[in-house]
T-cell receptor
Framework: DTGVSQDPRHKITKRGQNVTFRCDPI?????LYWYRQTLGQGPEFLTY????????KSRLLSDRFSAERPKGSFSTLEIQRTEQGDSAMYLC??????????????????FGSGTRLTVV | QKEVEQDPGPLSVPEGAIVSLNCTYS??????FMWYRQYSRKGPELLMY????GNKEDGRFTAQVDKSSKYISLFIRDSQPSDSATYLC???????????FGAGTRLFVKA
């Protein structure tokens, strides 16, 4: 397993077009996260999956954004009717779940290299 | 006010210097405190984490958490040019699943 893979690495699209990004997590990881990062800022949480269930969505995720994780494996993030403000790096991360009997153990996230979206 | 505050820098130091990076936070529910390193055009990678308060050391890196002051630090000893990157502090609670990141501090270590 070579880590978290994201595709494409770069995407340039015209305003109003739809785009879809794919993330392949580490196979043993049951948790998958999408974050968005703009220049000079830290990653901002978008959404989280545990297996195939989407358990949390940020208020940043407007109704133009949708994410899926069919069968708890890869995930897709779709942005409809893109706007210039959507230009950012979209990061996917995966992790193991915390152990209830060992709360001090935190596996952290393994991030992919991201998809850089430019809306023109 | 953001939940996690981090000075974006940039911070420029000579090779061999001790580097101190810091974050403050406002949410007392945070229990996991992490430091990630991000190189240009790459995703962040986990450097260290601390559960609750205290110190943790790993090679040239030391992480400190002071929950009473809501303040965390990362120290890098004998800094190297290869340490030049953006350092992100990150925090999460025991009940939730998401991690909140600081804005990141850009560090330059000059040879």
């Amino acid at each position: 397993d070579t880590g978290v893979s994201q595709d494409p690495r770069h995407k340039i699209t015209k305003r109003g077009q739809n785009v879809t990004f794919r993330c392949d997590p580490i196979s043993e990881h049951n948790r998958l996260y999408w974050y968005r990062q703009t220049l000079g800022q830290g990653p901002e949480f978008l959404t989280y999956f545990q297996n195939e269930a989407q358990l949390e969505k940020s208020r940043l995720l407007s109704d133009r954004f949708s994410a899926e994780r069919p069968k708890g494996s890869f995930s897709t993030l779709e942005i409809q009717r893109t706007e210039q403000g959507d230009s950012a790096m979209y990061l996917c991360a995966s992790s193991l779940g915390k152990k209830k009997d060992r709360p001090e153990v935190n596996y952290g996230y393994t991030f992919g290299s991201g998809t850089r979206l430019t809306v023109v | 006010q953001k939940e996690v505050e981090q000075d974006p820098g940039p911070l420029s130091v000579p090779e061999g210097a001790i580097v101190s990076l810091n974050c403050t936070y406002s949410n007392s529910a945070f229990q996991y405190f992490m430091w990630y390193r991000q190189y240009s055009r790459k995703g962040p990678e986990l450097l260290m984490y601390t559960y609750s308060s205290g110190n943790k050391e790993d090679g040239r890196f030391t992480a400190q958490v002071d929950k009473s002051s809501k303040y965390i630090s990362l120290f890098i000893r004998d800094s190297q040019p290869s340490d030049s990157a953006t350092y992100l502090c990150a925090m999460s609670g025991t009940g939730g699943f998401k991690t909140i990141f600081g804005a990141g501090t850009r560090l330059f270590v000059k040879a």
